[in-house]
């Protein structure tokens, strides 16, 4: 899929803003680590409200999307510069089958949404003790 980013994606590939459904989405900046227990996925989303976020999990596929909703009357606002977007947000990550989809949550506080996708049982390390005999 076009609008899908790969996790390991180059920095210098990732784009501002993505073509979706036939109009302007934006891309929220994310960052993603890898834990042993889990991905933790973090995201700026400055005014965004958590009801105007929606998350899917399906078949390896994560997505985000929403709204970021106006500060002022759009059409009574005189902009001198506007660099604080509105209107919808889009990502989407390849993030493969090995994420425990019922234990996934979010929280979003001052802007910043942390999403935590614990790894499944069955992929997480293991360590192997060795026996002497």
Request: charged share 35%; net charge negative.
């Amino acid at each position: 899929m076009a609008n899908e980013t790969a996790i390991k994606k180059p920095e210098s590939e990732i784009t501002r803003t993505e073509h979706t459904r036939d109009r302007m989405a934006y891309t929220p900046q994310v960052d993603i680590l890898e834990r042993d227990e889990e991905l933790l996925l973090v995201a700026d989303l400055p005014g965004v409200r958590a009801e105007d976020i929606d998350i899917r999990y399906e078949q390896g596929l994560l997505t985000l999307q929403g709204r970021v909703e106006p500060r002022q009357d759009e059409a009574a606002t005189n902009y001198l510069l506007r660099e604080y977007g509105v209107g919808d947000f889009y990502r989407s990550f390849r993030v493969g089958e090995g994420v425990d989809s019922d234990k996934i949550r979010a929280e979003l506080k001052n802007g910043v949404m942390e999403l935590h996708l614990p790894k499944a049982e069955a992929i997480k390390p293991k360590k192997i003790t060795v026996r002497s005999q």
